[in-house]
């Protein structure tokens, strides 16, 4: 009964792969996001799309691409992978865009990104 | 540009005593303002939520916060604090009509025994 569950939880590669991220969420939100938390424990919004269409992009590097196959998945792409790219990646998931029916984001637990 | 501020890294407090976590907000209007729960390694989870109506809002936890339009302050308070407390402390905010969540860098508490 996760309401919104990423995976994998640990991502342990090398500099210059190719790597996925998977959410899901099953409270019946139309709207995810991805974070991503650095080593001193800032957050900060990477993506975020409604109902498929990407509605929040922040300054990412484009080896970073969000997938929406449906509202209620939202992967990340991340090619050539860089030491910079370590982190902890959360995906959130909300109501409403625009921030419509005053509903919080509800995260993932996390994918912890190493790379060697 | 919209921004959340913690002042305190590091909160460290004895057990059964009050907690208090400093949140400060810079918005052109009042946000809407969070505060999140990361216990390690764990996610965030949402401890109370603040949109409009009364300014003292309860949340789970034992946890409450009080927003202040005059301090531009939003600051998370607890009597008693118990081990299971130890965690970091996120104070979130975003525009009424926005998704766009800003978090403030987070504070640290440390309950000592």
């Known amino acids: 009964d996760t309401a919104v569950s990423q995976t994998p939880k640990y991502l342990v590669t090398q500099m210059g792969n190719d790597k996925s991220i998977k959410c899901e969420q099953n409270l019946g939100h139309d709207t995810m996001y991805w974070y991503k938390q650095d080593s001193k424990k800032f957050l900060k919004i990477m993506f975020s799309y409604n109902n498929k269409e990407l509605i929040i992009n922040e300054t990412v590097p484009n080896r970073f691409s969000p997938k929406s196959p449906d509202k209620a998945h939202l992967n990340l792409h991340i090619n050539s992978l860089e030491l910079g790219d370590s982190a902890v990646y959360f995906c959130a998931s909300s109501h409403g865009a625009g921030g419509a029916r005053n509903q919080p984001q509800h995260f993932g637990d996390g994918t912890r990104l190493s790379i060697l | 540009a919209q921004s959340v501020t913690q002042p305190d890294i590091h909160i460290t407090v004895s057990e059964g005593a009050s907690l208090e976590l400093r949140c400060n907000y810079s918005y052109g209007a009042t946000p809407y303002l969070f505060w999140y729960v990361q216990s390690p390694g764990q996610g965030l989870q949402l401890l109370l939520k603040?949109?409009?109506?009364?300014?003292l809002v309860q949340g789970i936890k034992g946890f409450e916060a009080e927003f202040k339009r005059s301090q531009s302050s939003f600051n998370l308070r607890k009597p008693s604090v118990h081990w299971s407390d130890a965690a970091e402390y996120f104070c979130a905010g975003r525009k009424a009509a926005g998704n766009k969540l800003t978090f403030g860098g987070g504070t640290r508490v440390l309950v000592k025994p």
């Open positions: 603040y949109f409009s109506g009364d300014t």
